[in-house]
């Protein structure tokens, strides 16, 4: 009988947000420099997911433990796993954000690390269905997504437990399964802080590996700095040390048994190439989430202060650096008919016109409010009071009401009932400001 294969995907993340910069160098004692004890000196091979800026901000406050990191990376003992540039929640950004984050990630990865990661962890085991192209448009051979709660509502998921598979595409097949356990990795936290015998896992690893058909398993996939550090909290498993002890002594005593033995994530097996693609969301759970029930995606959604207006700003952003964009590939007036002014607020608000007519420039001409729905220009002059241009709808016509110039490039979209502010250029003189208008 052929032993099971034990894989890991430790996750590290510096960004956590309870995590506070003061704290770092005792969770690079604590938890980073002894888990690389584990290939170093038990010679047993591991995943270790970060993202880019968890990457550089460990070359900036321990330069040593990258060198180290990167030594039993090129001797085969560790598997940098990627996972972006930043922990983005997947499923809540658009897909030009998450293809953004992914390539950058893997242009950083493969200048920090020599070449981009073939494996990668769903961040916040989180997922959409779209997500499958763009993982592999970096180049993703391999994806740690958990099995426990898209298993629960998809029953053609539950004999793969211990099995790797192919997350379906919009083309066909993506890229190879493999399942993260929240059951089994929680139970070694457990383990590590004395909570439950270590017996407990055994027998549950056990039974797992003498399924039919059991190739390899994930034993953890959850978070390095748990191991002998809480956040603003006393260890409760005992003295410093202890846990990450625990957990060391755990991974010896399993890679001793030949029942099991200890692989690469990339040195899973694949699935036949006759086996159907899988999906994972449903229905009924469209967007499947990681362990119980509290985590799901309005978990990232909605924390923090003004979670909600600070998402709808990121938006309004996104939309106007992609209409910029857009501008940009396109034939405007020319230059000095686009800076012609034509419009003074000095005297007071009055009707205005646009600047000139092109493509992606429409709307009537001298004192005419703009028509269609593309995009004006407009050129508001700093009155003797201080005062510039802020953009008011007033039914058939748009005027200019006097605002500080500063607050131009402040003002939030949803001016007016028809037009959200998109752009606001000042002049390189200063003496005026570019606004750019359109319609919603």
Not at 2 to 23: G, I, M, Y
Not at 345 to 373: F, I, K, Q, T
Request: glycine letters at 10%; one cysteine or more; proline letters at 8%.
């Amino acid at each position: 009988m052929k032993p099971l294969r034990l894989f890991t995907a430790f996750h590290a993340n510096l960004d956590f947000s309870a995590l506070p910069e003061a704290d770092r160098p005792l969770v690079l004692a604590r938890c980073y420099w002894p888990l690389l004890s584990l290939p170093e000196q038990l010679g047993i091979p591991i995943g270790l997911e970060m993202s880019t800026r968890t990457l550089e901000t460990l070359q900036s406050e321990d330069p040593d433990w990258v060198k180290r990191f990167l030594r039993l990376t090129e001797s085969g003992l560790i598997e940098p796993i990627g996972s972006g540039r930043a922990q983005i929640v997947g499923p809540l950004v658009p897909s030009e954000i998450n293809r953004l984050n992914l390539r950058l990630g893997a242009d950083r990865y493969a200048s920090i690390l020599g070449a981009s990661p073939r494996t990668w962890l769903v961040n916040e085991q989180t997922w959409s269905d779209g997500l499958a192209s763009l993982y592999a448009d970096v180049g993703a051979e391999r994806l740690v997504m958990e099995w426990n709660n898209p298993a629960a509502r998809r029953k053609e998921l539950r004999p793969l437990r211990c099995r790797t598979a192919r997350v379906r595409a919009a083309n066909g097949s993506g890229p190879v399964l493999l399942w993260n356990d929240s059951i089994v990795f929680q139970k070694v936290q457990r383990v590590a802080h004395g909570e439950i015998p270590e017996d407990d896992l055994r027998s549950y690893v056990e039974r797992l590996g003498s399924r039919s058909g059991a190739v390899a398993l994930c034993l953890y996939g959850g978070d390095v700095e748990i191991f002998d550090y809480r956040p603003s909290r006393r260890l409760i498993g005992g003295d410093e040390g202890t846990e990450m002890a625990r957990l060391l002594g755990l991974f010896e005593r399993l890679a001793a048994d030949d029942g099991y033995a200890f692989v690469l994530p990339r040195d899973v097996p694949p699935p036949n190439e006759e086996s159907e693609p899988v999906a994972l969301g449903s229905a009924e759970d469209p967007i499947p989430c990681k362990k119980q029930p509290r985590y799901n995606p309005t978990r990232w959604a909605v924390s923090g202060r003004d979670g909600l207006g600070m998402n709808t700003r990121c938006e309004a952003l996104l939309r106007s650096e992609s209409e910029r964009g857009e501008r940009q590939q396109q034939p405007v007036a020319s230059h000095a008919r686009q800076h012609e002014p034509t419009c003074s607020v000095g005297g007071g608000a009055r009707p205005w016109g646009h600047l000139g007519r092109g493509p992606g420039l429409e709307g009537g001409g001298g004192d005419d409010a703009p028509s269609g729905d593309r995009v004006t220009r407009l050129v508001a002059q700093p009155s003797a009071e201080g005062g510039c241009g802020g953009v008011k709808d007033d039914g058939p016509r748009t005027r200019l009401q006097g605002r500080p110039c500063g607050e131009l490039a402040r003002l939030e979209p949803g001016l007016g009932e028809h037009y959200r502010l998109a752009e606001a250029t000042p002049r390189v003189d200063q003496a005026e400001a570019a606004v750019l208008v359109r319609r919603r």
